[in-house]
């Protein structure tokens, strides 16, 4: 049986760089499909996606919102030519009763120890409209390592650089942020993955780099110190979201390899302030999500927000538009005052409000959005920015004996002389 694993692409954000991390929904979906079954991969975003051949079957896995429509031209070229389609990952379960009118089969939940029933069902001609997992969570040590075989590895470098792995340690958040649908999708109750599994699954990658993805790595300190105190003997480098603030806990990643970690950052307060400094303090880097359009915040509030980013000095930041995504604390607020603009999910990409803001017009919020890219980054790109913390790991790679890149910097202008010969 061939199955056919595609992955949407998604409209980038217009201030975001031009490269692209490797997908991890599939491949760790991948994981869980039965070894007899002959399954090839497409990522639109890396790879052209032939609509024209005829797979026993297309999966497609869609991580957000804004990926669900392109999903659904994809599923219904298949579906008139006779091909069946089943969709699963977190947009469809965000997406649910949409998603149905567009497949043969969606498929809600985490796929460990399910995947196998799907294909038996596929097989003996009996596919259920619907697999509900929702909220019925699979036994965490089902969750094995992902099948990164599947991916175009050259194709997720960006100028012959080499850019970060995805992996994870954990599932489930305990918190309940406004803007976050995790709890929805994973539940409130952290789910570790047993020590030795994911050890084994880091030593496994061929990859220096990593960004570990779990929600947050902040939400059991002894498990997180342990976590670290094991990572330290295998010197890779990554990046993830936030830390516990606790000395110890920090001098721990430090020394385990955290390279910059993602800070969400709403406010101008002390607290901030000093989290910061202390990551700095241990030289691990930090890259504020900073979302606008919050409540309590209006013009001025804004401008001061982004004086302060850069009093801070952060190595970088990712400004996004508050959004009201389906299955968020956020959404029901805007819902239940009237104030949403429109569902047209393509829309929804953090770029643009979607929404009624409290204190300022619509088109303010998005000029705002432009002012804060272009005034945290106006005597430095998003790129040389970037370009510098890439130099940070470089040189602790080159102080540690880990650093591969002449390697791939070499393949990547033999490539480019190849294309300019031919
Ligand atoms: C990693 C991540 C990213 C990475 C993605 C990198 C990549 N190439 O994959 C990056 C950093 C790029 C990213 C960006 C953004 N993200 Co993000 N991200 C995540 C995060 C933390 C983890 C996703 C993940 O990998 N989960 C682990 C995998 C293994 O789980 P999974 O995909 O569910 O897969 C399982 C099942 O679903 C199933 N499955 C998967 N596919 C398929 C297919 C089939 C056929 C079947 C049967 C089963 C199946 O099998 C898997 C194993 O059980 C989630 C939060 C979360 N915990 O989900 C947010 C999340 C997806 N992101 C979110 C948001 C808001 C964003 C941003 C818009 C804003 C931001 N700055 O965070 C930007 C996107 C900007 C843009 N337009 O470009 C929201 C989604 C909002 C939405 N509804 O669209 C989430 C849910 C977090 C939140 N705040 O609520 N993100
Ligand atoms: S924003 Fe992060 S910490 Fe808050 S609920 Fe979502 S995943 Fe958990």
């Not at 400094?277 to 982004?306: A, M, N, P, S």
């Not at 990409?349 to 803001?357: D, H, I, N, R, Y």
């Not at 470089?394 to 300019?420: C, F, P, Y």
Request: charged fraction near 30%; glycine fraction near 6%; aromatic fraction near 10%.
């Amino acid at each position: 049986m061939w199955m056919k694993l595609i992955y949407p692409e998604w409209p980038k954000l217009p201030n975001q760089p031009e490269f692209h991390l490797p997908p991890h929904g599939p491949v760790v979906f991948a994981a869980t499909v039965p070894d007899d079954v002959n399954l090839t991969f497409c990522d639109e975003h890396v790879q052209p996606l032939d609509l024209n051949d005829c797979p026993d079957m297309v999966a497609i896995s869609c991580m957000l919102s804004c990926q669900v429509p392109r999903g659904w031209e994809i599923a219904d070229h298949y579906r008139a030519r006779g091909i069946p389609v089943i969709f699963g990952g977190i947009a469809t379960q965000l997406h649910a009763e949409e998603t149905r009118l567009h497949a043969d089969s969606i498929f809600l939940g985490e796929a460990e120890g399910r995947t196998p029933i799907v294909i038996d069902d596929f097989l003996k001609g009996r596919l259920k409209p619907v697999y509900d997992y929702h909220g019925d969570f699979p036994d965490i040590n089902l969750v094995g390592p992902a099948r990164r075989s599947i991916l175009d590895r050259e194709a997720y470098n960006y100028r012959g650089t080499q850019m970060v792995d995805l992996v994870h340690a954990s599932r489930g958040c305990r918190f309940n942020c406004f803007p976050c649908c995790t709890p929805f999708l994973g539940g409130r109750q952290f789910r570790p993955r047993p020590f030795d599994k994911v050890i084994e699954e880091l030593e496994g990658i061929n990859n220096n780099r990593l960004f570990i993805v779990d929600n947050s790595l902040a939400q059991d300190d002894d498990w997180e110190r342990e976590l670290f105190r094991q990572m330290i003997p295998l010197r890779k480098k990554w990046v993830s979201h936030p830390i516990r603030e606790k000395d110890d806990i920090l001098d721990l990643a430090a020394e385990a390899g955290c390279w910059y970690v993602y800070q969400a950052i709403f406010d101008t307060s002390d607290v901030i302030r000093a989290r910061i400094k202390k990551y700095k303090d241990r030289g691990i880097g930090v890259e504020g999500t900073i979302i606008l359009g919050t409540d309590d915040q209006d013009e001025d509030g804004i401008k001061r927000l982004i004086d302060f980013l850069l009093e801070v000095e952060l190595d970088l930041a990712e400004f996004t538009v508050l959004t009201p995504f389906r299955h968020t604390p956020i959404r029901a607020q805007m819902e239940a005052e009237n104030r949403i603009l429109h569902n047209d999910w393509r829309r929804y990409t953090a770029g643009e409000a979607v929404f009624e803001p409290a204190r300022m017009s619509v088109e303010k919020l998005n000029e705002m959005f432009q002012y804060a890219w272009d005034t945290f980054y106006y005597d430095q790109t998003k790129e040389v920015k970037m370009a510098q913390l890439y130099r940070k790991v470089i040189m602790r790679e080159v102080a540690d004996g880990t650093h591969n890149q002449v390697r791939l910097n070499k393949k990547h202008w033999d490539k480019k002389k190849e294309s300019v010969s031919s």
